[in-house]
């Protein structure tokens, strides 16, 4: 088991086009999580799905924003008309019960440029 | 409103001395707290997390509830402390939740 997989690693795009990442989570986790990290910020929460449900969004989230986890197990999350303001990282974590019980696992993340 | 404070983005000690990055959060329910770190070039991960109240790579932090804090002590550093630390508190809802992270410390361990 190679952890929590996020491609691509890097992502560079224009201003106004969209963009999609994938996160794998770890085979047996039914929780996935995606945060957005800036510099010099931790991490911030965005959506969490358990299963295929989508649970929780943050305000965050903006309608240019949408995450999918079909099936329960890959997710993806699409931005559409990319700003400058959406350069970030995006990391994914899963975890295999509640935040409570058990710790979340993270990915690599996806660097996301905006030119 | 839930938060965690990270006072310092920045502390530098040198090897052997003792070492202690502060954790402050704001939290109405029953807090459960974590700390993560991240190696250079490597991904976050997690160093330890209260409730098991265990000692990784000589690390521990201990839950203040009266001082809402939960610091983490290292009596002597070493060279490969140097990482980037988040603290983080658990927030449960929605038979979910989220991890709400402070805005990291950089520790550097100067030889």
């Known amino acids: 088991d190679t952890g929590v997989s996020q491609n691509p690693r890097h992502k560079i795009t224009k201003r106004g086009q969209n963009v999609t990442f994938r996160c794998d989570p770890i085979?047996?986790?039914?929780?996935l999580y995606w945060y957005r990290q800036t510099l010099g910020q931790g991490p911030e929460f965005l959506t969490y799905?358990?299963?295929?449900?989508?649970?929780?969004k943050s305000r965050l989230l903006s309608d240019r924003f949408s995450a999918e986890r079909p099936k329960g197990s890959f997710s993806t999350l699409e931005i559409q008309r990319t700003e400058q303001g959406d350069s970030a990282m995006y990391l994914c974590?899963?975890?295999?019960?509640?935040?409570?019980?058990?710790?979340?696992?993270f990915g690599d993340g996806t660097r996301l440029s905006i030119l | 409103a839930q938060r965690v404070t990270q006072p310092e983005k920045l502390l530098s000690v040198f090897k052997g001395a003792p070492v202690e990055l502060k954790c402050n959060y704001s939290?109405?329910?029953?807090?459960?707290l974590f700390w993560y770190v991240q190696y250079s070039r490597q991904r976050l991960q997690l160093l330890l997390r209260?409730?098991s109240r265990e000692s990784i790579k000589g690390f521990t932090a201990d839950l203040n509830k009266g001082e809402t804090s939960f610091h983490l002590k290292k009596p002597f550093a070493q060279e490969e402390d140097s990482a980037m630390y988040y603290c983080?508190?658990?927030?449960?809802?929605?038979?979910?939740?989220?991890?709400?992270f402070g805005q990291g410390t950089e520790l550097s361990v100067k030889p």
């Open positions: 939290y109405s329910g029953s807090p459960e």
């Open positions: 983080a508190l658990a927030v449960l809802y929605n038979q979910g939740g989220k991890l709400i």
């Open positions: 974590a899963s975890s295999s019960g509640t935040v409570r019980g058990q710790p979340q696992h």
């Open positions: 085979s047996e986790h039914n929780r």
């Open positions: 799905f358990q299963n295929e449900a989508q649970l929780e």
């Open positions: 209260h409730i």
